[in-house]
């Protein structure tokens, strides 16, 4: 029994890995492709304008598409590898996400981050609970109706947790075991990868708290 569950493991962290290459991948070919294409394309639009050919009134609204496309490239880039987390750690990405997030406006994070030196835990770790958190503020984002969020990362010799809660709708938990895309088997798994563990605790109208504990992630 003990085997099995070790295989399993292996093969979801296999998955996983496998996983975040190809979004580094789709992430290069967004950067590189995308981004010259779309620098192609803004040159093309200023010289159009110089000859004359179209109004400048059009001029200025494919520059606004330009420039909405860019940014929105920027983001899916950012989401799919991000930098930030690599060169700087966890905490600086988990402030870079709540900052995107509180720019959007949809709902107000306020948050409690522990300073964590980016050699204090692996590099897999920190890549996982970041993509549990980013999943969480999606969940938020599509189904919560949120009007605030609470965010917690700590860490300490002898484990780092994290804690996501709402103030929105809230569920029950057969309704979320029925219905797709609310990412809790991925972040389970995730958890579960890193020898944590996570809990959900939510009521109708009362929001949702989601707790992920992981045992001594030093290096």
């Known amino acids: 029994m003990k085997e099995n569950e070790k295989q399993l493991r292996r093969l979801s962290r296999e998955l996983i890995t496998s996983r975040e290459r190809e979004r580094s991948r789709l ?4 950067h590189d492709e995308l981004g010259q294409q779309l620098a192609t394309l803004a040159l093309e639009i200023g010289l159009l304008k110089n000859n004359g050919n179209i109004s400048e009134k059009n001029i ?3 520059n606004l598409r330009v420039k909405s496309i860019t940014e929105e490239v920027r983001r899916i880039y950012q989401g799919l590898h991000p930098h930030i987390l690599e060169n700087f750690g966890l905490t600086a990405a988990v402030e870079a ?3 995107e997030y509180n720019a959007m406006g949809i709902f107000k994070i306020v948050s409690k981050l522990c300073l964590i030196e980016k050699e204090a835990i692996s590099p897999e770790i920190a890549l996982h609970i970041y993509r549990i958190l980013q999943e969480s503020l999606r969940n938020i984002t599509k189904h919560a109706d949120a ?3 609470f965010i917690s990362l700590d860490f300490t010799d002898s484990e780092l947790s994290l804690v996501v809660q709402d103030d929105g709708k809230g569920f029950e938990s057969d309704e979320v075991r029925d219905k797709p895309g609310i990412g809790l088997t991925g972040m389970k798994e995730r958890t579960s990868i890193c020898g944590g563990t996570l809990k959900t605790d939510s009521r109708i109208g009362e ?4 707790s992920v504990r992981i045992p001594s992630p030093v290096m």
Do not use: F, K, W, Y
């Open 97 to 99: 996400l709540i900052d």
């Open 207 to 210: 929001g949702t708290r989601i």
């Open 147 to 149: 009007d605030n969020v």
């Open 60 to 62: 200025d609204e494919l």
């Open 27 to 30: 992430a290069r070919d967004l």
